[in-house]
């Protein structure tokens, strides 16, 4: 079993930064892929950045390239995603994932998600 805890949400001004931070416990957490995904209001849960098992090899929608970014500390058991550039459209609530078989397989193990409010 694996337990993720996002945390690092808040409310921001359009063009303001934020880090969230998704802590894992349980299985070794070096071994998996995780992932960064977001819902917002009235929408499907769209997918937002990824990450290989070492970090090497990262992955990020069309709409977040060149302003997020994703990365790892392996020691800390811990995924961020740097938002930078924030727009309004990326108010949502944002959740990390693991993958335990790697990159493009079926997440297994979610969080409970953080807010993420970027006013204009």
């Known amino acids: 079993q694996v337990q993720l805890v996002e945390s690092g949400g808040g409310l921001v001004q359009a063009g303001g930064s934020l880090r969230l931070s998704c802590a894992a416990s349980g299985r070794t957490f070096s071994s998996y892929a995780m992932g960064w995904f977001r819902q917002a209001p009235g929408k499907e849960r769209e997918f937002v950045a990824a990450?290989?098992?070492?970090?090497?090899?990262?992955y990020y929608a069309d709409s977040v390239k060149g302003r997020f970014t994703i990365s790892r500390d392996n020691a800390k058991n811990t995924v961020y995603l740097q938002m930078n550039s924030l727009k309004p459209e990326d108010t949502a609530v944002y959740y990390c994932?693991?993958?335990?078989?790697?990159?493009?397989?079926?997440?297994?193990?979610w969080g409970q998600g953080t807010q993420v409010t970027v006013s204009s």
């Open positions: 994932a693991a993958a335990l078989y790697g990159l493009g397989a079926e997440y297994d193990y």
């Open positions: 990450i290989s098992w070492s970090g090497g090899s990262t």
